[in-house]
């Protein structure tokens, strides 16, 4: 993938997308690591949060304390530090074939040279992972799933089209928008809206998001939240129950991204969804 290209999904063994899956979960751990140890923390983790780069095919931290970056290209599972503002790697390292334990000393050596503590990133982490071999010590194995490596990165840069252009319209329709940033407690790619208030005491969100599966979904599945929980109302667009809002129809995520890009010309898809209010729209 590259920049904003979509890319039609060919479609995998839904055994070999989740263990592609659950090998790059454990992967950008070590992302959210780094952020954990360099970054200053801010409210609900945000700054462990990682931005999807399309160009790279892979996700990418906030700045780490000395100004430097990491990134893991999810096609291959490759590590990768950066400097400066542009995208020159100082190093990279192919976890194929190799433990975490490998991976937390090549990272220690880059980021001891960088002026960083190491011993920093063995924090533990606030969160349990999925069950997997690799925390037991097994390496990486990213050169046989090639294939659902490239599967999973075209769902997550074809869900980032599709998710930005939500975010975009939330923006102009006059309503804040949270950037487009994965979360790696659950690897989901989500984008919060906060909806205007109906009274002083209380604030309302919807969520749009992709998650790529969990342990009793292997396939990637769309997300959407709402927060309070308001109520259900039908679309007018697609005639299904939906939380007070349904974004560009809320059709199955899967048909959705197999399809094509979102439309940039013609009727705004969302046009007979807006965020309005529900109280008087009950089906």
């Not at 194995?141 to 975010?167: C, Y």
Request: charged residues 20%; aromatic residues 6%; hydrophobic residues 35%.
């Amino acid at each position: 993938m590259r920049g904003s290209d979509w890319v039609p999904l060919r479609g995998t063994d839904q055994r070999r997308l989740s263990e592609a899956r659950l090998q790059a979960h454990y992967a950008v751990q070590w992302l959210a690591r780094a952020a954990r140890a360099y970054i200053p923390p801010q409210p609900d983790d945000e700054h462990t949060n990682l931005g999807w780069d399309g160009a790279l095919d892979g996700f990418t931290t906030h700045p780490l304390k000395d100004g430097a970056w990491l990134s893991l290209k999810i096609t291959d599972l490759t590590l990768a530090l950066h400097v400066g503002e542009g995208r020159t790697h100082v190093q990279s390292f192919s976890l194929d074939g190799r433990s975490d334990a490998q991976a937390r000393q090549w990272l220690s050596e880059q980021l001891g040279a960088q002026g960083l503590d190491a011993h920093a990133l063995d924090a533990p982490s606030p969160y349990e992972m999925p069950a997997h071999a690799i925390s037991q010590g097994e390496a990486y194995g990213p050169a046989g799933l090639g294939d659902a490596l490239a599967e999973l990165a075209a769902w997550f840069g074809n869900a980032a089209l599709l998710l930005g252009s939500i975010q975009r319209q939330m923006i102009e329709r006059k309503l804040a928008a949270s950037p487009l940033r994965c979360w790696p407690h659950h690897f989901d790619l989500a984008t919060l809206t906060t909806l205007p208030a109906r009274n002083a005491d209380a604030t309302s969100y919807v969520g749009a998001g992709l998650s790529p599966g969990t342990s009793t979904t292997t396939s990637p599945i769309s997300t959407y939240r709402s927060i309070p929980s308001p109520i259900l109302r039908r679309c007018r667009a697609c005639r299904r129950s939906v939380i007070g809002i349904c974004a560009i129809s809320w059709r199955p995520l899967r048909r959705l991204i197999r399809s094509s890009p979102p439309r940039t010309n013609g009727p705004r898809p969302m046009s007979s969804c807006g965020p309005r209010s529900t109280a008087r729209s009950r089906s």
